[in-house]
């Protein structure tokens, strides 16, 4: 399984942006997809999480701001960031699971500043 993410960038304090990750390759059954993100000094954490059917689950820190929403038939997965802050700074990273095997992307920058 390869995973293709985009949609990092620079944004202002209060701004928005959205990243998308495709997976692509020998898909079959997905058991979730996810985001996580590694800011500079920091161990990577969880974001959002997402199933196959509707449940999802976010870090407290990001409720209310960030929205995970995926595209199963496309095996695509987004993450809708809005309210940013200057915390918010990190290498975004997707994940998927399938078949209890993880599989990671090459990563997205997202820096929060004004």
């Known amino acids: 399984v390869q995973l293709q993410a985009s949609g990092g960038g620079l944004v202002q304090p209060g701004g928005s942006l959205r990243l998308s990750c495709a997976a692509s390759g020998s898909i079959f059954s997905i058991n979730y997809m996810a985001w996580y993100r590694q800011g500079p000094g920091k161990q990577r954490e969880l974001v959002a999480k997402i199933t196959g059917g509707t449940y999802t689950n976010y870090a407290e820190s990001v409720k209310g701001r960030f929205t995970i929403s995926r595209v199963s038939a496309e095996n695509t997965v987004f993450l809708q960031m809005n309210s940013l802050k200057p915390e918010d700074t990190a290498v975004y990273y997707c994940?998927?699971?399938?078949?209890?095997?993880?599989?990671w992307g090459q990563g997205t920058q997202v820096t929060v500043s004004s």
């Open positions: 994940n998927a699971v399938q078949q209890w095997v993880s599989y």
